[in-house]
């Protein structure tokens, strides 16, 4: 009995290690073919179809997490061409963890760019850098979108992305109400999409919604402030002249 469990042992901590190894060797050569292209998640897939990614089977995680060091290597050296490749290759390998997708995402989006446009660049450079960086960041989480339909963490990433690194707050006050109407959201999505169409101009309409999400507010959850709401309601009233 216990010879045949001693036997097991070896098998259970080496054989994810050799397979993290193989792919290690298959993986160096497709991310040195894959640095210096710019290729979505999706493509990544049918690229390596026949190579890496059909030979994991029940490894994938293991590989994905190799892969995810492997990149953070890439992130600490600043290496943007390395980080997207490795990036590219972990989503591929496994696509199930939204850690992967989500903070991949934040790397292109608020790394990345301040690789390329350093503080003493001119603002215009900088400011593109962001843009680029927010638009990477987003088209990785649409594809995030594809594997995970209807999370409502990714909507709301790439909410955070084009109001924060984007500086688009008509896309990001969209995918806020996107995020919101999704089950189980968090309640502040739907009231920052009010405070966004506030901000551009549009008070009607940010009056109109949260008038449609109050009476699904509770009034014993602080998590959904409907106290701040009807404040919020308030004041739209009185700055449309409305009683």
Avoid at 64 to 75: E, P, S, T, V
Avoid at 208 to 216: D, K, Q, S, T
Avoid at 226 to 243: F, N, T
Wanted: aromatic fraction near 6%; charge should be neutral; glycine fraction near 10%.
């Amino acid at each position: 009995m216990f010879s045949s469990t001693a036997k097991s042992k070896p098998q259970v901590v080496f054989l994810p290690l050799l397979a993290l190894l193989a792919a290690g060797g298959i993986v160096r050569p497709l991310e040195k073919r894959l640095a210096g292209q710019s290729l979505q998640p999706d493509q990544i897939v049918r690229f390596s179809g026949n190579g890496l990614m059909g030979m994991l089977g029940g490894m994938r995680s293991v590989v994905a997490g190799g892969l995810w060091l492997q990149l953070n290597q890439a992130w600490e050296q600043q290496d943007a061409a390395g980080t997207r490749a490795l990036l590219e290759l972990t989503v591929a390998a496994d696509e199930r963890p939204l850690y992967y997708w989500l903070n991949g995402a934040r790397m292109l989006a608020y790394d990345v760019p301040t690789w390329t446009g350093a503080v003493d660049q001119p603002e215009v450079v900088r400011r593109k850098a962001a843009t680029e960086g927010a638009a990477a960041a987003c088209a990785f989480l649409e594809e995030g979108l594809k594997r995970h339909p209807q999370s409502v963490e990714v909507l709301i990433e790439m909410a955070n992305i084009q109001l924060r690194a984007g500086g688009d707050r008509e896309e990001a006050a969209a995918l806020f109400r996107r995020a919101a109407q999704q089950p189980g959201a968090p309640y502040y999505a739907a009231r920052i999409h009010g405070e966004l169409l506030r901000e551009l101009g549009r008070p009607a309409e940010g009056l109109a919604w949260l008038r449609e999400i109050l009476p699904n507010l509770p009034a014993d959850d602080p998590a959904a402030c409907r106290a701040v709401v009807e404040q919020r309601i308030k004041a739209l009233e009185a700055e449309l002249g409305e009683k």
